[in-house]
């Protein structure tokens, strides 16, 4: 089973649903118990950096989420769930997330409207289990002001997107997987993703 933590922010309704249709069970939980006892977990989320840290620390999830960040289980963060990863982010003040990602949460440069919201092309070199099968330059649907800025490490693998700055769109390292796109939201590729995190689990690789 996976966990879809709830933390008060996110459509995780729309996430669940989507694991049924790839055919593995999820569980929307805000018991730190069953993070521990999922053989997967899944961060969705949307809103702001700070109060998703606030939620989830006054939740008591914090603790249960550094677990499932230890690199024994598969982990998707997704939007929101994919900066609370990184190191700080600059949104409303630097505030701390789990740092599990070395970098910082930066917002969107001036130019191109903000928030980014719609449809744009993710770039990757075929090195990303939850891209396979899907062509590189396939579209995602993305809603976000903020995007990450992650640091080099040798083991992280990133797919790339561009707008107004080339940002990391989804990135692997170990078995922690993240996008900033919404893969529930993006039709046919968003399923086909999750459908590849979901034969993660089911091999235990």
């Known amino acids: 089973m996976i966990a879809i933590v709830d933390y008060g922010r996110g459509n995780l309704g729309s996430v669940e649903k989507a694991f049924r249709r790839v055919g593995i069970p999820a569980s929307i939980t805000q018991d730190p118990r069953t993070v521990d006892d999922a053989e997967a977990v899944v ?14 620390d006054r939740l008591g999830l ?3 989420l ?15 769930g994919y900066q609370l990863l990184f190191s700080t982010s600059e949104e ?10 070395p970098g910082a949460v930066r917002r969107l440069p001036a130019g191109p409207k903000i928030p980014h919201m719609g449809w744009n ?19 995602f649907y993305f809603v976000h002001s903020y995007y990450p800025d992650a640091r ?20 692997e390292v170990g078995r922690t997987y993240a996008t900033q796109f919404h893969p529930e939201k993006s039709q046919r590729w968003g399923l086909r993703m999750l459908e590849n995190f979901a034969a993660v689990v089911k091999s235990g690789r």
């Open 43 to 56: 961060l969705p989320g949307d809103g702001a950096f700070h109060d998703a840290m606030s939620n989830l």
């Open 62 to 64: 914090v603790p249960a």
């Open 66 to 80: 550094r677990r499932a960040l230890d690199g024994s289980r598969p982990f998707l963060g997704i939007c929101l």
């Open 92 to 101: 409303f003040g630097e505030g701390r997330g789990l740092d599990v990602v």
């Open 121 to 139: 092309r993710v770039e990757h070199a075929g090195e990303l289990r939850l891209f396979e099968g899907i062509p590189s330059g396939t579209h």
């Open 152 to 171: 080099s490490k040798q083991d992280l693998r990133v797919a790339w997107c561009e707008y107004g700055v080339r940002f990391a769109a989804a990135i």
